[in-house]
């Protein structure tokens, strides 16, 4: 059973920073592509930033390049999102994703694994 548990989610105030996590267990991580969505109130789930398994490729979105920074430790099972200059248009529910391919995709139906959500609330 795979299990992704996202934390470092809060209320911030616009122009700051945060940095969530999201710790998997129970795959071979190093081998899982991993995803960053987000869904406001009322709105559809989308896209925010993918990563490969191992090599550090990258995807964003354009709503968020040259603000948020994905990374991941492999040795610790983790993905990580810097996010900076958070907008109010930020504040979602942040969902941590992995898909059994080592290739970053932005499809959300690409992600078969998910965590339980994170939430950001950016205040203006």
């Known amino acids: 059973q795979v299990q992704l548990v996202e934390s470092g989610g809060g209320l911030v105030q616009a122009g700051g920073s945060l940095r969530l996590s999201c710790a998997a267990s129970?795959?071979?991580?190093?081998?899982?592509?991993m995803g960053w969505f987000r869904q406001a109130s009322r709105k559809e789930r989308e896209f925010v930033v993918s990563?490969?398994?191992?090599?550090?490729?990258?995807y964003y979105s354009d709503s968020v390049k040259g603000r948020f920074t994905i990374s991941r430790a492999n040795a610790k099972n983790t993905v990580y999102l810097q996010m900076n200059s958070l907008k109010p248009e930020d504040t979602a529910v942040y969902y941590c994703?992995?898909?059994?391919?080592?290739?970053?995709?932005?499809?959300?139906?690409?992600?078969?694994?998910w965590g339980q959500g994170t939430q950001v609330t950016v205040s203006s």
């Open positions: 129970g795959r071979t991580f190093s081998s899982d592509a």
């Open positions: 990563i490969s398994s191992n090599d550090g490729r990258t």
């Open positions: 994703a992995a898909r059994q391919f080592s290739d970053p995709s932005n499809r959300r139906t690409e992600y078969p694994f």
